[in-house]
């Protein structure tokens, strides 16, 4: 058994922008409100292995895990997964970008199993993710649409 959730959102900013930001690993914290700390451990052309620290949950328990990530900047798609599966039997994740409507869509897949210990099971960690994942999508939205004004107000010379 499996699940797998799927949720996008449009960036009202340049293709290099968004790709850019999103693919900073070391900007994480900055771009997403739930990591405390990001490490990468290890890069071999665009791949990278690294430590994600998320923020304390409402228990204070701290998650950490070991992800691996290839980054395709010619066809602007992420394959990733959880080296360190944490509550996950396996966790799979696919990113893609493609310009739309003058901006760009950011389309996140997520497919997983949760172990069958959990007190949780596959649908309730999906409602949790996609959940999550607009929360996160939004918050990446502002900052990198943020950004695009910014570089156009440099690039213009006009005054805000």
């Given at each position: 058994m499996s699940a797998r959730t799927e949720c996008s959102v449009r960036?009202?900013?340049?293709?290099?922008?968004?790709?850019?930001?999103?693919?900073?690993?070391?900007?994480?914290?900055?771009?997403?409100?739930?990591?405390a700390k990001v490490?990468?451990?290890e890069r071999d052309g665009d791949t990278v292995r690294f430590r994600l620290t998320m923020h304390p949950d409402e228990n204070g328990k701290v998650w950490s895990w070991v992800s691996v990530r290839t980054a395709d900047?010619?066809?602007?798609?992420?394959r990733a997964h959880r080296v360190e599966t944490g509550p996950f039997a396996f966790m799979r994740l696919f990113w893609d970008y493609r310009e739309a409507d003058g901006g760009v869509e950011m389309r996140w897949v997520q497919e997983f199993h949760v172990k069958d210990e959990m007190p949780f099971d596959d649908q309730a960690m999906a409602a949790h993710l996609e959940e999550n994942s607009a929360v996160q999508m939004a918050h990446i939205k502002e900052r990198?649409?943020?950004?695009?004004?910014?570089?156009?107000?440099?690039?213009t010379g006009e005054k805000r």
């Open positions: 960036i009202d900013a340049p293709m290099d922008l968004v790709w850019n930001m999103t693919n900073d690993l070391e900007s994480w914290t900055e771009l997403f409100t739930e990591y490490e990468v451990l900047p010619a066809t602007r798609t992420v990198v649409e943020a950004a695009a004004r910014r570089t156009t107000t440099a690039q």
